[in-house]
């Protein structure tokens, strides 16, 4: 339970995915552009750019996709 939001896990549960998808889109977003203004250095690993949209990329495949946790949100009802 979480007293936060009075203790209600049902809030909860859609929270976290909820946030998940708004997170994942937003940065992957930002990595995409970093790396578009950047252009061929930003893939580098001079750069830290291209390590920041690696670790973006991966933590995307590892913990689920936005479209992953929008489909998760949706079933929660």
Excluded: W
Aim: net charge positive; charged share 20%.
């Amino acid at each position: 339970m979480c007293p936060a939001f009075g203790g209600h896990r049902r809030i909860t549960s859609r929270t976290v995915p909820a946030a998940k998808s708004k997170i994942g889109y937003a940065a992957k977003f930002v990595a995409e552009q970093a790396v578009r203004l950047h252009g061929g250095m930003g893939m580098s690993d001079e750069l830290n750019v291209g390590h920041y949209f690696k670790r973006i990329s991966s933590f995307n495949i590892q913990f689920g996709d936005p479209a992953y946790h929008i489909l998760r949100y949706a079933q929660q009802n």
